[in-house]
Antibody
Framework: QVQLVESGGGLVKPGGSLRLSCAAS????????MSWIRQAPGKGLEWVSY????????YYADSVKGRFTISRDNAKNSLYLQMNSLRAEDTAVYYC????????????WGQGTLVTVSS | SYVLTQPPSVSVAPGKTARITCGGN??????VHWYQQKPGQAPVLVIY???DRPSGIPERFSGSNSGNTATLTISRVEAGDEADYYC????????????FGGGTKLTVL
């Protein structure tokens, strides 16, 4: 069955960096667009970044543009989010989610990984 | 960028019908998707393409979309339907294409 498993979260100081990973299985990863979506404690869902199946098209939310970098390795069935210059407001559970290429909805989500930015 | 507006909360008695709205400028021209999220869990897709249900989602869940409002309708509400619900669209004209509504907490009385 389809599985998305995030890893790499943890506690980091303001200004620090983290790299999140998302391991995909149970589907042809290279055929799917992917997104990172985050949820701050007690808050709603916030879209963070999008990458096309080949990696040729990438978008970022204004809140992370210039600090976060999305990438993927289709040979390793993996999605990444490099997060630099982290701020307290980046504290959230980060989800990776597959994106249906025709309707742009998320049929599958990972369980999420918690990133806490605090001194 | 495109904005989606949801009521923060909706309350309904068991067995009744809950309607959760999602407002946006001419949202009827877009495809709207809905997710259910229970505490401590990842979101689950419950409606896509305005009104289609993924396999495994009860027929009690339905959706509609017209004009400036999309609606998620849950018939014969059960205690297990208590959750946060989010609408989502893809705005292909934007370089910030993915948009979520602020979420609605459904409380079953």
């Amino acid at each position: 069955q389809v599985q998305l498993v995030e890893s790499g979260g943890g506690l980091v100081k303001p200004g620090g960096s983290l790299r999140l990973s998302c391991a995909a299985s149970g589907f042809t990863f290279s055929d799917y667009y992917m997104s990172w979506i985050r949820q701050a404690p007690g808050k709603g869902l916030e879209w963070v970044s999008y990458i096309s199946s080949s990696g040729s098209t990438i978008y970022y939310a204004d809140s992370v543009k210039g600090r976060f970098t999305i990438s993927r390795d289709n040979a390793k069935n993996s999605l990444y989010l490099q997060m630099n210059s982290l701020r307290a407001e980046d504290t959230a559970v980060y989800y990776c989610a597959s994106l249906d290429s025709s309707g742009y909805y998320h049929p599958y989500w990972g369980q999420g990984t918690l990133v806490t930015v605090s001194s | 960028s495109y904005v989606l507006t949801q009521p923060p909360s909706v309350s309904v008695a068991p067995g009744k019908t809950a309607r959760i709205t999602c407002g946006g400028n001419n949202i009827g021209s877009k495809s709207v998707h809905w997710y259910q999220q229970k505490p401590g869990q990842a979101p689950v897709l419950v409606i896509y393409y305005d009104s289609d249900r993924p396999s495994g989602i009860p027929e009690r869940f339905s959706g509609s979309n017209s004009g400036n409002t999309a609606t998620l309708t849950i018939s014969r509400v059960e205690a297990g339907d208590e959750a946060d619900y989010y609408c989502q669209v893809w705005d292909s004209s934007s370089d910030h294409p993915e948009v979520f509504g602020g979420g609605t907490k459904l409380t079953v009385l």
